[in-house]
């Protein structure tokens, strides 16, 4: 009998091995197939990317792009202009920058307007320049800017804490979307003050698949320093 009830203990020792064993085998690849799945579905959104203009995360000008930039140009004659914000990249067979730039000399004659500025990096590393596109403000097209009353081009495109103060009072009614100012344009004199601000316009809502876009956001400040929006023109990023 001690025989017998040995070999059953044994017997179901073994079972249960090969049970938690076998479990674990199922447990493992069910783990494995999750992973390669999560992989698929990561290089799946990289790839809906590619050829589409994403907006920047951040809007800096690195040491990197400055670099792209000046290479870019530096084949250009006369060629005044420097970035102050990075907007977007486009990635295909290399990358595609969209950049607003200033301009370094000012000159009677000389269109002192703000720019948007397209270069490519290609894959070995080279930039070249591609286009430039003016940020046009109403009247300036062939105007003075400094005839009374006339839009004005800003010297510092900084973002100071006095536009951002004309930001948030603008935009406290806002429902749907969030303006994050970028680069200040220009402004106008007439009873009170019109500021033109390129900002990032990002959905209210957070988890929504809505991409970040930019857009020129003019607003009135009376003399009592009430704001309001008047227009917004969109900014398209295109390279060709």
Known sequence: ??????????????????????????????????????????????????GMWVASESNEITAEIKGYFDEAVGELDGYYYEPVACLGTMVFGGTNYCLVCQPTLKANNAMNSLIISYIRVDISGKATFLKDERIVLPGTENADDNMVGSWVYAESTDITPEIEAVMTKATETVTGEVYEPVVYVGSQLVSGTNHAILCKVMPSTSGLDTPASYAVIYIYEDLEGNCSITDTEAIQMKAT
């Open 1 to 50: 009998m001690k025989n017998i009830t040995t070999k059953l203990l044994v017997l179901g020792l073994s079972a249960a091995l090969l049970t938690g064993a076998f479990t674990a085998c199922k447990t493992e690849k069910k783990g494995g197939a999750n992973t390669a799945s999560e992989t698929t579905e990561s290089e799946e959104t990289t790839q809906s990317n590619l």
